[in-house]
């Protein structure tokens, strides 16, 4: 079976001359993808290991719940497409020519599905954690909801690994001309029965990713409403400075408080839809039309007629995408950052600490325990902002 955005090119076209199908390629990619991916394995893999080792040192001060939950998991994803990177690199170094086992082939194009639709779930669910938080502040402050986390985190990778056993269960690679062995290439041959089959698949695929594009969208325009047309209660600051013994400090961090929430907010709004609009909408909003066209389905729905110089068009535009989905994962550090304070705070404190020669220690741990142990006492006397 034709693989879904796990293909890393085109597949086949029917010339328009009779003769039957043949492979549609473009060259540049031989060149281009090397380079990138190249470039992505390593900032990639440095960027990802590090998140880990914040996410490691926050576990142990106990400092933040679902959200971590949910970081931890796109890290490892973002972490096993990385590790599959190589392959890739040597596979377009090489012209296109598969030289490893049909195992690694089916492994590493599913490794690629597979952190393309957890990513996007898993940013969908920190979407709606952020949500939470701004509209339900006082709930999202007083539990970290791990079980929920832990469930959500649970749905996300049993359906996104079922959906990838049928790639990993058939045949992922085809022998082309010149001994050249293509992974995840060269399905010509398919009836139109099968290939109908691959479309339904792709265009299920595609509904899916629209409609969680949408649930992020929705979300992140609710939050950004609600923090700049409403102010939070000046009940809930009046109270923090009563109860204060220093109420000329309390009164100016409340007031200051709401600016910077809101900012941080924002930022994460923007990072957020800022990484779905330009790793994963270019490629879903092309996969359709380039499946039809590759696909080339000779009579009944899913049949299309276009020229040479459009099907070459939606192939080139195809490569571009799949480059684009491919710098996600060195993106979704930079949403981390602005999703939660302790993360962006424990990252600026070891930069300082670095940058002095102190290196990373047990304080960092250590006051990240204490503020931790500072809300829970704060949110027993007062309420709290997120």
Not at 58 to 67: D, F, K, S, V
Not at 232 to 252: D, G, H, L, Q, V
Request: net charge positive; proline share 4%.
């Amino acid at each position: 079976m034709l693989a879904s955005t796990t293909e890393q090119v085109a597949v086949t076209k029917t010339s328009g001359l009779g003769n039957g199908p043949i492979f549609l390629d473009s060259e540049f990619r031989y060149i281009l993808f090397p380079v990138v991916y190249g470039i992505i394995f390593i900032l990639g893999l440095f960027a990802n290991l590090y998140v880990l080792f914040v996410l490691r040192r926050l576990r142990e001060a106990n400092a933040m719940g679902e959200i971590r939950i949910y970081m931890t998991n796109l890290t490892i994803a973002d972490l096993l497409f990385v590790c599959a990177l190589p392959f890739w690199v040597d596979y377009y170094s090489r012209h296109g020519n598969w030289v490893y086992t049909d195992f690694m082939c089916r492994l590493t194009g599913s490794l690629f599905f597979i952190n393309t639709y957890t990513s996007i779930l898993f940013l969908g669910a920190i979407s709606v954690n952020r949500y939470w938080a701004v509209t339900r502040p006082l709930d999202a402050a007083s539990s970290n909801h791990r079980r929920r986390g832990i469930i959500v985190c649970i749905v996300i990778w049993v359906l996104t690994v079922a959906l990838t056993i049928p790639y990993l269960a058939s045949p992922g690679t085809n022998p082309g001309k010149n001994n050249i062995t293509r992974c995840f290439e060269g399905y010509h041959n398919q009836t139109d029965v099968e290939k109908k089959t691959v479309a339904v698949t792709h265009f299920a695929i595609i509904g899916v990713f629209l409609v969680v594009f949408f649930l992020v969208v929705v979300c992140n325009f609710l939050i950004a409403r609600a923090l700049l047309s409403q102010n939070p209660p000046p009940s809930e600051f009046r109270s923090a400075t009563i109860i204060s013994r220093k109420s000329n400090r309390t009164m100016s961090s409340s007031t200051k408080r709401p600016r910077g929430v809101k900012r941080r907010a924002l930022q994460m709004l923007l990072a957020v839809v800022g990484v779905f609009v330009l790793c994963f909408l270019p490629h879903h909003v092309i996969q359709g039309f380039w499946t039809l066209a590759v696909l080339q389905i000779t009579q009944g729905w899913g049949h299309v007629d276009w020229n040479q110089n459009t099907l070459q068009a939606l192939n080139d535009a195809h490569q571009f995408t799949l480059l684009l989905m491919g710098l996600n994962c060195i993106l979704d550090p930079v949403v981390y950052y602005f999703a939660t304070r302790k993360f962006r705070g424990f990252i600026m404190a070891h930069i300082k600490k670095v940058v002095r020669g102190e290196g990373c220690s047990q304080t960092l741990t250590s006051q990240l325990s204490m503020e931790s142990r500072n809300q829970c006492q704060r949110l027993n006397s007062e309420p709290q902002q997120p």
